[in-house]
């Protein structure tokens, strides 16, 4: 009886070894991704999904919640309630790395909401209290660009990718306070499935 059981536990143990290999020889065809920079930042929490296509080119979706514009203000947010939404075709140019090494991609993104930022304080001396102005600001409308990056596959899982952006704002745009062109910036730590 035990040398049957030590059999049966010995032969599940090889044949889930061998579909853990089998499995990872399987072409991948997803990847999830945040972008860390964004996070230390800005604040912004940042989730990506890119579906991977033949002859290396992917659609790139991701969502930012509490986003800013660029990274103006950065330093003196103090609360966002903007959304945005950023879509992107991805062509990888490398010929031997699958999905991986240096890429292009145009880009289109619609964002909606406002940041408040600490405009500036003062202490008013006749009252003995310390008063914060706040300015807010709507970043919401559609912007159009490119980008440019390089991404490193490691274990046929895990992905870093550095790269950045460039927009110019379409339609109706507050040009009072912000340029039309952003700049944006990423780290994007991912994992592929």
């Known amino acids: 009886m035990k040398t049957t059981l030590l059999a049966l536990v010995m032969l599940l143990s090889v044949a889930t070894i061998n579909a853990q290999e089998s499995a990872d020889d399987l072409p991948k065809k997803s990847e999830l991704s945040t972008n860390l920079l964004d996070l230390v930042i800005a604040g912004t929490l940042n989730v990506n999904y890119e579906r991977l296509f033949e002859k290396n080119q992917s ?59 600490e405009d500036y304080y003062y202490y008013d ?30 274990n046929n899982k895990f992905t870093l990718a550095l790269n950045g952006d460039i927009a110019r704002n379409l339609g109706n745009f507050d040009s009072d306070y912000l340029d039309n062109i952003e700049l944006r910036f990423a780290v994007n730590f991912g994992y592929r499935f």
């Open 125 to 154: 001396y006749v009252n003995e209290t310390q008063v914060n102005e706040q300015f807010k600001y709507d970043v919401g409308g559609v912007s159009a660009g490119f980008g440019l990056g390089h991404k490193w596959l490691f």
């Open 59 to 117: 659609l790139f979706i991701g969502v930012n919640f509490f986003d800013t514009y660029g990274y103006y203000d950065a330093g003196y947010l103090e609360k966002s309630t903007a959304v945005s939404l950023k879509a992107g075709y991805l062509i990888y140019f490398s010929s031997s790395k699958d999905h991986a090494g240096f890429f292009f991609y145009p880009q289109l993104k619609l964002r909606t909401g406002e940041v408040t930022v």
